[in-house]
T-cell receptor
């Protein structure tokens, strides 16, 4: 298994540009998540999905959109990039968040985004 | 929202020393998790705790879920150079997971 893969690894955007961060998992996990990690900080949840066709806001959803058309893919969309969105973005997946023993989240390697 | 306070922010220790770090919260969690993050990579789960009072070990790592459900600690015994990294606590309640700001560990040979 490749686990959780993210593309691109790095990206520089100009203010107002849009882009999609890709995330794919091949572990047949139901739950998928997007986090952002700012320097010296922990991860903050942007959006999550409990299954195909279902998405929910996390702690910091403003400025982002997600979709979950398949179990494997969970892209994150930035429509109008702003400097405040400069961060490292991590995608994660887990089998079932409701089952305590199955809620280990597996993280991708991250996408480092800079908005200038 | 729920905030996690993780301490210390950073630690510089000699190889072979023991390490202790902890997380506290004003809110309760059903699950406490400890992750390690190496530079340029995503966090990797070290230990998961599911019951208040639970004490769990994973090799040289030991973690406990506080009895009040508002805190957790992680101990690393006999540190080695590859323990270097950032350690994050995370508390989970239903679908919501909150992370601490991390403890940056440096191990001097």
């Amino acid at each position: 298994n490749a686990g959780v893969t993210q593309t691109p690894k790095f990206r520089i955007l100009k203010i107002g540009q849009s882009m999609t961060l890709q995330c794919t998992q091949d572990m047949n996990h139901n739950y998928m998540y997007w986090y952002r990690q700012d320097p010296g900080m922990g991860l903050k949840l942007i959006y999550y999905s409990v299954g195909a066709g279902i998405t929910d806001k996390g702690e910091v959803p403003n400025g982002y959109n997600v979709s979950r058309s398949t179990t494997e893919d969970f892209p994150l969309r930035l429509e109008l990039a702003a400097p405040s969105q400069t961060s490292v973005y991590f995608c994660a997946s887990s089998y079932d968040q409701r089952e305590a023993s199955s809620n280990e989240q597996f993280f991708g390697p991250g996408t480092r985004l800079t908005v200038l | 929202g729920q905030q996690l306070n993780q301490s210390p922010q950073s630690m510089f220790i000699q190889e072979g020393e023991d390490v202790s770090m902890n997380c506290t919260s004003s809110s309760i969690f059903n699950t406490w998790l400890w992750y390690k993050q190496d530079p340029g990579e995503g966090p990797v789960l070290l230990i998961a705790l599911y019951k208040a009072g639970e004490l769990t070990s994973n090799g040289r790592l030991t973690a406990q879920f506080g009895i009040t459900r508002k805190d957790s600690f992680l101990n690393i015994s006999a540190s080695i150079p590859s323990d270097v990294g950032i350690y994050f606590c995370a508390g989970q309640l239903s679908n919501d997971m909150r992370f601490g700001a991390g403890t940056r560990l440096t191990v001097k040979p």
